[in-house]
């Protein structure tokens, strides 16, 4: 079985998955259940996989903007702030130099979005 690496390969794993699990329902065979556990597998290591933080606008030299989804128990604003600062927010480097060239957080707009939890985060390189 193949690795699934987007969306698109998910949903033709799930739809094969459908097409194993009807043919081994007719005639119950150990190499039809064999290619069900790899398809259930490759299926839970895509969807278990870590979150990906998406860049929003790559400013190249000096930082990005990133969208973040915070975890999906996240349940008001006040827990997703203080995930936020848990998890991703970075200090603004106090060097005795002008350039550290460390990253910082410049801002950062926490909302909801379907549902769930997320934010824009604005890093900057301290350059």
């Known amino acids: 079985?193949?690795?699934i690496r987007s969306a698109r390969e998910l949903r033709i794993n799930y739809e094969t998955l459908k097409m194993y699990e009807a043919l081994y329902q007719a005639k119950p065979t150990d190499p039809v259940a064999d290619v069900i556990k790899?398809?259930?597998r490759e299926?839970?290591?895509y969807r278990d996989r870590p979150e990906q933080n998406v860049i929003v606008k790559d400013y190249?030299?000096?930082g990005a903007v990133l969208l973040q989804e915070l975890p999906e128990w996240v349940s008001d604003?006040?827990?997703a702030e203080e995930m936020f600062m848990?998890?991703?927010f970075m200090p603004r480097p106090n060097g005795p130099y002008d350039c550290t060239g460390l990253a910082f957080t410049g801002w950062y707009?926490?909302?909801k979005r379907r549902g769930r939890w997320m934010v824009y985060h604005r890093i900057c390189a301290d350059v």
């Open 77 to 79: 604003e006040k827990t």
């Open 86 to 88: 848990k998890l991703y």
């Open 1 to 3: 079985m193949q690795k």
């Open 60 to 62: 190249r030299i000096d």
């Open 43 to 45: 299926i839970r290591r």
């Open 109 to 111: 707009k926490i909302f």
């Open 38 to 40: 790899e398809i259930k």
